[in-house]
């Protein structure tokens, strides 16, 4: 799940008009997030995994005692001192929300939901569903916390493209999964990844979308 997150903007950067009111905020995280937790859900159906933080998540999940709601918003803690240095409270406090309504959900989501579907259907469809709620979170003002938050520390701090470290984690995230799980399950996990990040590369603009 990739999870860069939109640099902070400073409120006064976009004319009132076009700002997010509570209500839009509160209702698109509540929709982002529900779309997520959906797509962990598909993921964890099919024995398959995710990139970045989630994909740590379920990962873990996988090979202790502890399930994905609990490994994912611990996994998160360390992640938000540098959210709140470089994105501002109000992204962080949002950000917050965001990845404990996905831990919820996800938590609560298989007692109402079973699901029997093909590997390969399942890493397309949790990619697009994935993609799709990191995108209607993105445009306000939060993310899902983790590495995202991290690689744009990096590349702030040391000049060091966030996407070399995003993929530099995925790799390796995938790497372990391989330890963990058959060729073909991290073969069709890498196919839902690529398409999570497709969906974000085409929908997420900046330019049009920060800090509203």
Not at 45 to 55: E, K
Not at 57 to 79: D, I, K
Request: proline letters at 5%.
């Amino acid at each position: 799940m990739s999870q860069t997150a939109p640099p902070h903007r400073e409120p006064h950067a976009l004319p009132e008009a076009l700002r997010h009111s509570a209500w839009e905020d509160a209702q698109a995280l509540l929709l982002g997030t529900a779309l997520c937790a959906l797509g962990v859900v598909l993921l964890q159906s099919a024995g398959l995994v995710t990139g970045q933080t989630a994909g740590l998540g379920v990962l873990l999940a996988y090979v202790t005692p502890y399930g994905f709601p609990l490994w994912f918003f611990v996994l998160n803690l360390p992640f938000y001192w540098l959210g709140w240095a470089r994105m501002g409270p109000r992204f962080v406090a949002k950000t917050v929300v965001a990845v404990t309504l996905v831990s919820v959900m996800a938590r609560l989501l298989p007692e109402v939901l079973t699901v029997t579907v093909d590997p390969w259907i399942a890493g397309l469809l949790s990619g697009a569903t994935i993609g799709m709620g990191l995108i209607v979170v993105f445009r306000h003002g939060a993310s899902l916390g983790g590495v995202g938050i991290l690689a744009l520390w990096l590349q702030e701090r040391f000049a060091f493209k966030a996407g070399w470290t995003q993929l530099a984690f995925d790799l390796a995230l995938f790497a372990a999964a391989a330890l963990v799980l058959p060729l073909r399950l991290v073969a069709a996990s890498a196919a839902g990844a690529v398409v999570t990040n497709l969906i974000i590369a085409v929908n997420h603009r900046r330019d049009r979308y920060v800090g509203r």
